[in-house]
């Protein structure tokens, strides 16, 4: 099992640019979330989907666009990039969705964005 | 709102030495606890969950704790080695759009 995996790995973009990230994951998990990683910020939810066909706002959303492809794919859609959004994004899914003791994140290895 | 606290920012010990990673709470109703690991460049890799109606959890070198009712959990590590050489961030998961909500990480640097 690969887990959950992310597509590209680095990418440097220019101001205005827009750009897919992508995020598969082979564990049959139900719920998806993308995160982006800031330096002195920690880690803050951009968009979820807690099931197939089901996309909602995390905390930080602005400048953002998600789809839940299928039950295996979600990807994560910059339409008009900014120097705002240079950051480490990471992919996480999760087999049970809500307030469960047992929903445990198990995350990709990120995709390091430059926008100039 | 919750707010997860991890102090301090970076620790370095020499090899062998048993160390106490800290993590606190501001919000007491959690579900679950999770301690991650990330080497630099790298993604996080899930060391242990501690579910709301648990005190510990164990996993070879590595014993969390949880004291709900306090805010707080610690991660232990026992004999550590430079292959421990990583940030370690705890995340609380309160069920509110299954967000996990994180620290900001400990930098732990163990000298040989």
Known sequence: ?116 | KQEVTQIPAALSVPEGENLVLNCSFTDSAIYNLQWFRQDPGKGLTSLLLIQSSQREQTSGRLNASLDKSSGRSTLYIAASQPGDSATYLCAVFTGANSKLTFGKGITLSVRP
């Open chain 1, 1 to 116: 099992n690969a887990g959950v995996t992310q597509t590209p790995k680095f990418q440097v973009l220019k101001t205005g640019q827009s750009m897919t990230l992508q995020c598969a994951q082979d564990m049959n998990h139900n719920s998806m979330y993308w995160y982006r990683q800031d330096p002195g910020m920690g880690l803050r939810l951009i968009y979820y989907s807690a099931s197939e066909g089901t996309t909602d706002k995390g905390e930080v959303p602005n400048g953002y666009n998600v789809s839940r492809l299928n039950k295996r794919e979600f990807s994560l859609r910059l339409e008009s990039a900014a120097p705002s959004q240079t950051s480490v994004y990471f992919c996480a899914s999760s087999d049970l969705w809500g307030a469960t003791s047992y929903n445990e994140q198990f995350f990709g290895p990120g995709t390091r964005l430059t926008v100039l």
